[in-house]
């Protein structure tokens, strides 16, 4: 699946180094468009508040599990399959949020992944 320009850059700025400044740059791109509605950017913004597990600890992300459930519930229900996956693992795919997921099965999402 592809991601918008926007997630695609949060990823490169987040995931794929270790420059403090660059994450943080990759974290206000994911804000920005997960305040738009874009459901990948909710998920990996959820991401970025679960702590170390999830995100380089150089990041110095604050770590707010509350925030980030909330997130990552609301890319499922976007329609992101990396969200549906992310919910999945961090035990955020309850039966309430899986119904609003708009993927007939967790292997549909698997598979659009």
């Known amino acids: 699946m592809k991601h918008s320009e926007t997630v695609a850059v949060a990823i490169d700025k987040i995931w794929k180094n270790y420059d403090k400044e660059q994450m943080w740059e990759g974290y206000e791109l994911l804000r920005q468009a997960a305040e738009k509605g874009d459901a990948d950017a909710c998920c990996y913004l959820g991401r970025c508040h679960l702590g170390e597990e ?16 909330r997130l990552i519930k609301e890319s499922v229900r976007l329609g992101s399959a990396d969200g549906v996956l ?28």
């Open 54 to 69: 999830f995100v380089w600890c150089g990041a110095e992300f604050p770590v707010d599990e509350e925030l980030a459930s």
């Open 86 to 113: 992310c919910a999945l693992r961090t035990g955020n795919l309850s039966p309430a949020v899986r119904k609003t997921m708009p993927f007939a099965s967790l292997e549909e999402a698997f598979m659009t992944v």
